[in-house]
């Protein structure tokens, strides 16, 4: 019996989709648990390229039952391109997705209020993915919202829309914009419930059938520790509970159900969207990390800005999720630098922090403590085992280990399915 949650240690792009895939195939069910069209998990098999942004990554595995759990917040117009596509590539999706019927939908104008309030912030904007994810989960919370079940009762629409909406046309008066249209999000709802309805059901029945009877189950976890609501760098952060913490409230399993907890972390740092990064490197590094990872949001499209390994954030991370293992991703994107830092700690006003202060005004501040690694230069590609890797990488992987007291159990080397490097006890310690 297992039931292993895949969480994001940075801030966002660590490369979840791809150990997701991989564990989706010795997992029989896959669960996303929050966030919503807001994610982009990349996943690549042989030539075939499949960018996600609401469904479980599980779904190019045809093995598995993916399901879309009560705590993420639904697009159902993104939902359905997203099934359509998959189809249209051979990939049938009937009968192995399952979308909660207690999850929240994102309503059109919680796309319209996202960029409103956006607008409103002025120079104080989070730079959000624009998918409604704050105006849905806010909705949410004040007990206003659209529930998939809901949706499925276009005789209520009018009603619960007109409840509803005065508020935000309030905020919409504000920003200078029209009032919602609510016959227009009628209409939209009803076509687009109809789609989802063959998908819907109670998923948390199924997941605790599931459990009880010892299957298999993967949670994924979207966006990443750095951009939780309570652990994050508040207010740049997203509305939902990223780690593992969420997987129970976000899919109706109990918190005893967890039997592994996996932290995603890339070899270097990104971030997109506002917030602070005191590791980012404007310089050739930061460019150099860009262009060998692709750096561009896989959502958005924007730009991430690039920046070293930041061992507080993510020993933050390990030490409050629980982190059984660690999967450290694109080590061979470090590959042509001379040197590589690593961000040990953070120093504000003359003090040295081991942990993110709470302030994010103050988080901007802190300058980074680096220790400095010898780079080098070798194509990492086809290494299968920690001895394949050059000895100065061998030696930064180790320091990263180190520092986040949880043991390395992958490193990944490339896009590729195949390319990574299995560690089942960790990283040797050196002799
Ligand atoms: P929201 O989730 O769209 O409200 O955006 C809030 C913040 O989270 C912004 O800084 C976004 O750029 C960031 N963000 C949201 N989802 C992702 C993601 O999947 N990867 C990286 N950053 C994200």
């Known amino acids: 019996m297992s039931v292993t ?47 996600l942004h609401l469904l479980p990554s599980g779904v190019i595995q045809p093995d598995t039952t993916n399901i879309v759990g009560n705590g993420v917040v639904v697009d159902p117009a993104t939902l359905i391109a997203e099934i359509d596509g998959l189809a249209k590539r051979g990939i049938d999706l009937q009968g192995r997705l399952f979308v909660s019927d ?34 849905a989960y806010g909705d949410k919370f004040r007990r206003a919202g659209m529930r998939v079940v809901d949706m499925l009762k276009p005789e209520r629409y009018e009603e619960l829309l007109r409840a509803n909406t005065g508020a935000w046309n309030a905020i919409l008066e504000q920003a200078g914009m029209p009032a919602i249209d609510i016959p227009a999000v009628i209409e939209e709802m009803r076509a687009v419930g109809e789609r989802v309805r063959p998908y819907v059901a109670d998923t948390t029945d199924m997941l605790l059938s599931a459990w009880r009877a010892g299957r298999s189950i993967l949670a994924e976890g ?34 005893k159900a967890l039997t592994r907890v996996v932290g995603i972390a890339k070899a270097y740092l990104t971030r997109v ?20 990872g692709h750096e561009f ?13 930041d061992a507080v954030l993510a020993r933050r991370a390990a030490l409050t999720q629980g982190c059984d293992a660690v999967a450290l991703m694109k080590v061979d994107c470090l590959s042509g630098l001379d040197e590589i830092k ?16 709470a302030w994010a005004g103050d988080w901007v501040r802190c300058t980074p403590v680096y220790e400095t690694f010898e780079g080098w230069s070798e194509d ?14 061998q030696v930064y992987v180790r320091a990263v ?25 960790g990283v040797p310690v050196a002799v």
């Open 222 to 255: 979207a966006q990443g520790f750095g951009l939780d609501v309570d652990h994050g760098s508040y207010p740049f952060v997203t509305s939902s509970t990223t780690g593992p913490a969420g997987v129970s409230a976000g899919t109706g399993l109990p918190p």
């Open 5 to 51: 949650c895949v969480f994001g240690m940075q801030w966002g792009d660590e490369g979840k989709g791809r150990i997701v895939d991989l564990l989706a195939a010795k997992s029989e069910f896959v669960v996303r648990y929050q966030g919503g069209a807001n994610a982009g998990h990349t996943v690549i098999v042989g030539q075939e390229k499949y960018v």
């Open 273 to 292: 969207g506002a917030g602070p990064f005191p590791s980012c490197d404007h310089g050739a590094a930061g460019r150099h990390l860009a262009e060998k």
């Open 297 to 309: 949001g896989a959502t958005t499209g924007r730009p991430r800005d690039c920046g070293w390994f």
């Open 102 to 135: 207690r999850a929240h939908v994102v309503l059109p104008y919680h796309k319209t209020m996202d960029m409103a309030l956006e607008a409103l912030r002025g120079s104080d904007a989070l730079g959000t993915t624009s998918r409604g994810i704050g105006p």
């Open 401 to 425: 280990q180190a520092i986040m007291e949880t043991p390395i159990e992958m490193i990944s080397v490339g896009a590729e399915r195949e390319r990574f490097i299995p560690l089942e006890r």
């Open 380 to 393: 990492l590609g086809g290494a299968r085992h920690f001895d394949d890797l050059p000895v100065a990488a």
């Open 342 to 357: 690593l961000c040990t700690a953070y120093e504000l006003d003359g003090r040295r922090l081991d942990s993110p202060p």
